[in-house]
């Protein structure tokens, strides 16, 4: 069985930064891409951020130049530094990996259980 869990979401003014890190865990053979989504009330889940094995990114238009991915293949963690916060970033983040358990399993998709980020002054 494989977890992702989430840490670091909270309240922060606009303009201020947060760290989040994501660390799999489980029976893993190896993780492949790895990225953060997000949801807000009343909207679609939409993607922030994703990184591959090779750590090449690739951001959600709203996130260029404020937010940085990057990742530890060492300890299975993915973390997304958020600078710069304003109130339209507020909603949950989701913490998403592509997992193979096995040497000749497929991959599978995973999700952790989201933490709240809000955006306030």
């Known amino acids: 069985q494989v977890q992702l869990v989430e840490s670091g979401g909270g309240l922060v003014q606009p303009g201020g930064s947060l760290r989040l890190s994501c660390a799999a865990s489980g029976s893993i053979f190896r993780i492949d891409d790895m990225g953060w989504y997000r949801q807000a009330p009343g909207s679609q889940r939409e993607l922030v951020a994703d990184?591959?094995?090779?750590?090449?990114?690739n951001y959600g238009d709203s996130v260029k130049g404020r937010f940085t991915i990057s990742r530890d293949n060492a300890k299975n963690t993915v973390y997304l530094q958020m600078n710069n916060l304003k109130p339209e970033d507020t909603g949950v983040y989701y913490c998403?990996?592509?997992?193979?358990?096995?040497?000749?399993?497929?991959?599978?998709?995973?999700w952790g259980q989201g933490t709240q980020v809000t955006v306030s002054s």
């Open positions: 998403n990996a592509g997992i193979r358990t096995t040497l000749w399993g497929g991959t599978a998709n995973y």
């Open positions: 990184i591959n094995r090779g750590n090449s990114t």
